[in-house]
């Protein structure tokens, strides 16, 4: 995949997720971030997971969010 590599441990929050959580997050930030161009890239790098019961919840460095699903999707 031809994402940005980020260094999860230092997103906030991110050591509040379980494990299961970290590995969705992980999946689908890799999946959303590699089908796009880089100046969209930069954009969407996560600062901030919060870990809720059907998604996390995924806040950006440019102000917004996005529910991160297990399935791979995200709206």
Known sequence: MNHIEIDFQKIEGYNK????AKQVFQRV????????GIDYK???????????KTHIEVH???????????????Y
């Not at 997720?17 to 299961?20: C, F, K, N, W």
């Open 17 to 20: 997720l379980s494990e299961l």
């Open 29 to 36: 930030y890799k999946k959303h971030n590699a089908g796009q």
């Open 42 to 52: 930069k954009n969407w790098i996560p600062k901030k997971v919060k870990e809720r």
């Open 60 to 74: 950006f460095v440019n102000g917004q969010w996005l529910h991160y699903l297990p399935n791979g999707t995200w």
